[in-house]
């Protein structure tokens, strides 16, 4: 089981915009940067979102992410085709030490 | 900047698993650099992080762990002693800055198995 549960599936329609959530706890997502990545299937992993709200350079503006408390989400609008594909989150965690993930999030587009 | 990865993908129970990690396109210094390995239907779970001087830390419910770097070659290493099956995952390496991973290796899938 996931440090940072997230939902395992989602799904939307082209052009629709979809969330996904990230659950976590003080030692992590209260108090570190949550972190969003795309990823798929035999590729590395690809950074979305980083310190919560910013955006890499070449990633669209489609991507968006906001933290409130002890919880994070991504927000995908004008999905497209191209879009379907894992996606967890990360935080560091004063607990561990370390890096903690979300279990990922496979979304569909229908 | 790219992390390519390599390593023996089939080992042995109580064999040790070796894998390196270069980094090409950007400089060493500046950053520190972790290992993570997700199992077949698991999360992906950390395995430690070692910086060019070499400083280190672990996962501690990870035992039998070792990262070395080679900062002449760009490259950083993990070691794990005496593997068993639930050692069996894809085995990322990856570069952080302070308070994000921005860059991933291919991932390299290990199996053991007698």
């Known amino acids: 089981q996931s440090v940072l549960p997230q939902p395992p599936s989602a799904s939307g329609t082209p052009g629709q915009r979809v969330t996904i959530s990230c659950s976590g706890s003080?030692?992590?997502?209260?108090?570190?940067?949550v972190n969003w990545y795309q990823h798929l299937p035999g590729t590395a992993p690809k950074l979305l979102i980083y310190d919560n709200i910013q955006r890499p350079s070449g990633v669209p503006d489609r991507f968006s992410g906001s933290k409130s408390g002890n919880s994070a989400s991504l927000a995908i609008s004008g999905l497209q085709s191209e879009d379907e594909a894992d996606y967890f989150c990360?935080?560091?965690?004063?607990?561990?030490?370390?890096?903690?993930f979300g279990g990922g999030t496979k979304l569909t587009v229908l | 900047v790219q992390l390519q990865q390599w390593g023996a993908g089939m080992l042995k129970p109580s064999e040790t698993l070796s894998l390196t990690c270069a980094v090409y396109g950007e400089p060493f210094s500046g950053w520190s650099y972790n290992w993570m390995r997700q199992a077949p239907g698991k999360g992906l779970e950390w395995i430690g992080e070692i910086n060019p001087s070499g400083s280190t830390r672990y996962n501690p419910s990870l035992k039998s762990v070792t990262m070395s770097v080679d900062t002449t070659k760009s490259q950083f290493s993990l070691r794990l002693t005496s593997v068993s099956a639930a050692d069996t995952a894809v085995y990322y390496c990856a570069r952080a800055e302070y308070s994000y991973i921005d860059e991933w290796g291919q991932g390299t899938l290990v199996i053991v198995s007698s």
């Open positions: 003080g030692s992590n997502v209260g108090t570190n940067s």
């Open positions: 990360a935080s560091w965690d004063d607990s561990l030490n370390g890096w903690v």
